[in-house]
């Protein structure tokens, strides 16, 4: 069974700074194509990064330069560093994992799908 645990959110000033964490279980994470969403109060899932098994990394435009999506497969899990954080980055961030995909626009349509953990509630707020 497939089974995906956030952890690391809470609340941080603007312009601060947080690593998130999902330990992955029930499947091969070094085979797995892994991205992050995230849902804002009232809003629609936003995709924000995707890491293939290759390691190579997509982003959306209003996370890039600031977030960092990074795997450590011998720990089964995938990180995501929050950095420079501002009041809209306010939401609920979920690690999920789906099918294959190479482009942003893929990556963006691809997560919308598959398995999702629980997600850890970030807070940007002064």
């Known amino acids: 069974e497939v089974q995906l645990v956030e952890s690391g959110g809470g609340l941080v000033h603007p312009g601060g700074s947080l690593r998130l964490s999902c330990t992955a279980s029930g499947f091969t994470l070094s085979t797995a194509v892994m991205s992050w969403v995230r849902q804002a109060p009232g809003k629609g899932l936003e995709w924000i990064a995707t890491?293939?098994?290759?390691?190579?990394?997509y982003y959306a435009g209003s996370v890039k330069g600031r977030f960092t999506i990074s795997r450590d497969n011998a720990k089964n899990t995938v990180y995501l560093q929050l950095n420079s954080l501002r009041s809209d980055d306010t939401a609920m961030y979920y690690c999920?994992?789906?099918?294959?995909?190479?482009?942003?626009?893929?990556?963006?349509?691809?997560?919308?799908?598959?398995?999702r953990g629980q997600g850890t509630q970030v807070t940007v707020s002064s």
């Open positions: 999920t994992k789906h099918g294959f995909c190479a482009s942003e626009s893929g990556c963006q349509s691809a997560s919308q799908n598959g398995y």
């Open positions: 890491i293939r098994a290759i390691g190579t990394t």
